[in-house]
């Protein structure tokens, strides 16, 4: 089956600080991807996505590019803020998505 | 607003009992997944639906039991049979027209085994 490794957290940041999240899958042809965020307490919420090779999803400030050859969805922002403190999940998937376990980002002032 | 509401919020259980979490959504989505959340481990996938009165397995079903019986809603037993049903559960819905397949997340229900 599909499976998400994503780099163990947590992250630690100060505001402003470049962030990258790495994100490597294995699934079967090609997948949509995502990138989702969770904050304390709540579901979770869809960040950016992208659906075939070389799309750039983003938001927020937040970029990912599918990249087929390295079967990799890193995400990246270039000015961490202190509201961006959450827990970040990569999610390849079709009709059900695979979550990876999760990247928690702390940021401080 | 469109949205999916999860409820309870918050619930606790004596062990031995049954509890069932509700999950009603009015996106006019065909599919709906309930996922677990344990610290650390991320989401597993529990049971899904992609249409009504049809239902699969995820990764963990043992010890749980969904129906589909509108497109709106789509409950989750948590039985006696599940070892540690301690969790968050969250459940989320899908077009399964054309678009990109993204997932929409409720609030989700926390589950506390005394």
């Known amino acids: 089956g599909d499976s998400v490794t994503q780099m163990e957290g947590p992250v630690t940041l100060s505001e402003e600080a470049f962030l990258t999240i790495n994100c490597t899958y294995t699934a079967t042809g090609y997948p949509s991807l995502f990138w989702y965020v969770q904050y304390p307490g709540e579901g979770l919420q869809l960040l950016l996505k992208?659906?075939?090779?070389?799309d750039k999803g983003s938001n927020k400030g937040f970029e990912a590019t599918y990249r087929k050859e390295t079967t990799s969805f890193h995400l990246e922002k270039g000015s961490v803020q202190v509201s961006d403190s959450a827990v970040y999940f990569c999610?390849?998937?079709?009709?059900?998505?695979?979550f990876g376990k999760g990247t928690m980002l702390l940021v401080s002032p | 607003d469109g949205g999916i509401t999860q409820s309870p919020k918050y619930l606790f259980r004596k062990e031995g009992q049954n509890v069932t979490l509700s999950c009603e959504q009015n996106?006019?989505?065909?599919?709906m997944y309930w996922y677990r959340q344990d610290p650390g481990q991320g989401l597993r996938l529990i049971y899904y639906?992609?249409?009504?009165?049809?239902?699969q397995k995820g990764d963990i079903a043992e010890g749980y039991s969904v129906s589909r019986e509108k497109k709106e809603s789509f409950p989750l037993t948590v039985t006696s049979a599940q070892k540690n049903p301690t969790a968050f559960y969250l459940c989320a819905s899908r077009s399964t027209g054309i678009g990109t397949g993204e997932l929409f997340f409720g609030e989700g229900s926390r589950l506390t085994v005394l």
């Open positions: 639906s992609q249409i009504v009165n049809d239902f």
């Open positions: 996106l006019n989505h065909d599919a």
């Open positions: 999610a390849p998937g079709y009709s059900t998505l695979t």
């Open positions: 992208a659906t075939k090779a070389d």
